[in-house]
């Protein structure tokens, strides 16, 4: 029996094992992959691999794993990713497992930088990736710091503001709280309804060349093909929707996309090997089959699932419903037991104040009682006394006599005192005046200068220290979409192959040029992303803007984003879409042909201009001056692909006092003569 192989598939948030005979196709090791996880809504997903070149690679489903260039390792590393994205996630995500595998593989793009996305967006998109992760937000449980492990924000984003870790978790914290009664399953897709409107999501990019070489961008997804310059990856410059494309093919290393329109030219570009042109081919006609699929009638199990979703969301809704009626209930509850509190505090309240009425009533009482009985006891003693002077008012009477006998004698012996008084103030006054003049004397005695003191014993002086210092311390539709699995990927087989793109029996197949954004669409969202631009523009350093960010800015500037830009660029014919990369061409060489006119300020008109006296006059140095400047023209009209062109440039000569303006006709591709324009 063959010796079983042994095969690691690596999910977004798992590891697989299994073990694998050699003759097991790429398809049922598939079905075994999405099996185990429970996945239904298959056809956006794949396994990738390395080759034995280091090139990431599809897996082919209908070829044995064994037969396959895997990078030999025991055991096989294969990754399950999206390989085609939905237009609108709202719309054609049904199971949880989907959004869920979708939600991480998208916020590891955007995190690793590799889908642009604003640092305002990021901001947001991390608040919802953090209620997707732990829920609502609880005080008593996620504690400073709570985010400290978990990777929030692209590098790029991080470094271009002048914000510390802690200060980035504080302003994630703030906009996590406002998503408090969220779902985590609703978090997620509410975080890819916001990463869909991203310029890179859900794009794959290839180089290529057109047929002048000039270096350029193709960009696969879901909606189309759009042409990209080589330094702009968020702003197409041609797009071609799935629908207008009859066929696409290659050639070794040229590919052919054929429009619908037949009086359009074919659309040519080359990649720089055959197998990048063997994917573009694969994707090409994954992304078409999903494109058409979503615009004709769902099957009879797909609308069932549908069904089954939309009352999955239905009971969310109902369960939605009835926890807001039982916060609600509970709301009221709450708010009649505080007021049953609050009314039973009151009464305890009054029942205090009764009781402390009550006891200063008693206390009063108590003391009126004890004054009565003062009073009685006062009447009692006023009758004794009354009683004692009636008795003794007649000894009253005669000692009154008797004391007014004493007076007498008293006023005689204070006469005599006054007289004494009198002789010992005279004596006091006199001694007053001695001690004030003692005093003068002390004091004279105490002002005079003393004698100079002895000279101090030598001391030595200690030097003065420092002070010290402190330093600071979905049956589905079948899963395999067409492809070019059929075909080796070596350079020497397979060079040639055509693939016919059907359009038969859809409508309103490019409703998707007229879609609004998520900020758009939703108030809410749109205010939180203007709170955050304006939070984050303090803290913003503009010298670490890159290229994307420039970019960016200019579409926010010029009102683009990415639905705007796609309805742009499909404007008109396909066939004047297809020679829009000349027209494109031909402005930048019209400023190339007036900064050579403002640069050199040279006389630029042939040897047949103007009379024969102005040419005799000229001399023949002016025409071999004008010769050179003309072959430079020349040389730049091809470099920019103007053979065949016709235009008009304005050069001014200046030849002593005369100064004309002459106006040049590219006519064909053997020139023509420049004629004299009166000024």
Not at 211 to 240: C, H, M, Q, R, S
Not at 358 to 374: F, H, I, K, V
């Amino acid at each position: 029996m063959p010796k079983a192989v042994n095969v690691r598939v690596t999910t977004m948030d798992a590891e697989l094992e299994f073990a694998v005979q050699p003759s097991t196709t790429g398809k049922q090791l598939f079905d075994q992959v999405v099996k185990t996880i429970g996945l239904r809504e298959v056809w956006y997903f794949g396994l990738q691999y390395m080759d034995g070149k280091g090139y990431p690679t599809w897996l082919k489903l209908e070829k044995k794993v064994s037969s396959q260039d895997v990078k030999k390792e025991n055991p096989l590393q294969f990754k399950f990713r999206a390989k085609f994205f939905p237009e609108d996630v709202s719309e054609e995500l049904i199971q949880d497992i989907t959004q869920k595998l979708f939600f991480l593989q998208v916020k590891e793009g955007i995190l690793s930088d590799e889908v642009y996305c604003p640092p305002e967006t990021a901001v947001l998109l991390a608040s919802y990736s953090v209620q997707a992760k732990f829920g609502d937000f609880n005080n008593e449980v996620h504690r400073p710091g709570y985010l400290t492990s978990d990777r929030l924000l692209p590098q790029r984003v991080q470094e271009q503001h002048k914000l510390s870790r802690e200060q980035w978790e504080e302003r994630i914290q703030v906009w996590h709280e406002e998503h408090r009664g969220m779902l985590k399953e609703d978090a997620m897709l509410e975080y890819l309804k916001i990463a869909q409107d991203l310029e890179m999501y859900g794009v794959n990019y290839f180089d290529i060349k057109n047929k002048k070489g000039t270096e350029l961008w193709l960009g696969v997804d879901a909606l189309g093909l759009n042409i990209y310059e080589k330094d702009d990856k968020l702003t197409p410059k041609i797009g071609f929707p799935w629908s207008e494309i009859r066929n696409i093919s290659f050639n070794d290393k040229k590919f052919i996309i054929k429009p619908i329109d037949k009086k359009s030219p074919d659309f040519v570009f080359y990649a720089p090997r055959l197998r990048i042109n063997k994917r573009i081919l694969q994707l090409c006609m994954g992304n078409h089959e999903l494109y058409m699929r979503r615009r004709k009638p769902d099957t009879i199990e797909l609308e069932n699932e549908k069904k089954k979703r939309e009352a999955i969301e239905r009971e969310k809704e109902q369960m939605e419903r009835e926890k807001q009626e039982l916060v609600m209930r509970l709301y009221q509850f709450e708010e009649k037991t505080k007021k049953a509190e609050k009314e039973l505090q009151e009464q305890i309240q009054r029942a205090m104040m009764l009781d402390q009425e009550r006891q200063r009533a008693a206390d009063e009482a108590a003391r009126l009682e004890s004054e009565r009985q003062a009073a009685l006891l006062a009447k009692e003693e006023l009758a004794r006394q009354a009683e004692d002077q009636m008795k003794s008012q007649e000894q009253l009477a005669a000692e009154l006599a008797e004391h007014s006998a004493k007076i007498a004698l008293l006023e005689e012996a204070r006469r005599r005192k006054e007289e004494e008084a009198s002789v010992w103030q005279n004596r006091a006054q006199e001694a007053q005046v001695d001690l004030l003049r003692t005093k003068e004397e002390l004091h004279m005695v105490m002002t005079a200068p003393p004698p100079p003191p002895p000279p101090p014993p030598m001391m030595y002086e200690q030097p003065e220290q420092p002070p010290l210092q402190y330093l600071p311390p979905l049956q589905y539709q079948p899963h395999h979409l067409p492809s070019v699995d059929d075909y080796s990927d070596g350079e020497e087989n397979a060079s040639m192959h055509s693939a016919d793109l059907h359009i038969d029996g859809i409508n309103d197949h490019r409703h998707e040029e007229e879609r609004l954004t998520e900020a758009e669409k939703n108030e809410r969202v749109q205010k939180q992303l203007m709170a955050l631009t304006s939070e984050l523009a303090q803290a913003r350093d503009d010298t670490k803007k890159t290229q994307n960010d420039l970019l960016h800015s200019e579409n926010v500037r010029a009102g683009r984003d990415k639905y705007k830009t796609l309805r742009q660029i499909r404007q008109g014919n396909t066939k004047q879409r297809i020679d829009e990369p000349l027209s494109s061409s031909t402005s930048r060489t019209r400023a190339t042909w007036s900064r050579i006119h403002a640069s050199t300020q040279v006389s630029v008109w042939s040897g047949r201009c103007g009379s024969r006296k102005e040419r005799a006059r000229r001399g023949p140095g002016h025409r071999w001056g004008a010769r050179l400047v003309s072959a430079q023209l020349v040389r730049t009209r091809k470099k920019y692909g103007l053979i065949g062109w016709s235009g008009t440039l304005h050069f001014t000569t200046h030849t002593h006092t005369h100064a004309h303006t002459h106006k040049h006709t590219r006519g064909g591709a053997g020139g023509g003569s420049p004629q004299r324009v009166k000024e």
